[in-house]
């Protein structure tokens, strides 16, 4: 079956870095554009970037452009999230997700269970 597991979650304080990774199993991963996404409790879930199949294209919201980076390797199955400059808002669970569909669909084919992420001021 498919599994999508995100690890690289963490305690940082206010200005730091973090990578995350998300690796796949299960699924033709170059057949596939990823996303990160994040949801606060109580909260909606909230587009962070999303990635191409290629890698030749990515896409960021407003919130983080600038300070995230997405990446994939086709070759490890693996997408990563690179956070610097990271803030407090930041802090939530991080889950990455898979499509064949826009990036920008609400509906994922797959998901993560998700990474914490714990920025402090």
């Known amino acids: 079956q498919v599994q999508l597991v995100e690890s690289g979650g963490g305690l940082v304080q206010a200005g730091g870095s973090l990578r995350l990774s998300c690796a796949a199993s299960g699924l033709t991963f170059s057949s596939y554009k990823m996303g990160w996404f994040r949801q606060a409790p109580g909260k909606e879930r909230e587009f962070v970037a999303a990635?191409?199949?290629?890698?030749?294209?990515?896409y960021y919201a407003d919130a983080v452009k600038g300070r995230f980076t997405i990446s994939r390797d086709n070759a490890k199955n693996t997408v990563y999230l690179q956070m610097n400059r990271l803030k407090p808002e930041d802090t939530t669970v991080y889950c990455c997700a898979a499509t064949r569909s826009s990036v920008w669909s609400s509906q994922y084919d797959y998901w993560g269970q998700g990474t914490q992420v714990t920025v402090s001021s």
């Open positions: 990635i191409n199949w290629s890698g030749g294209s990515t």
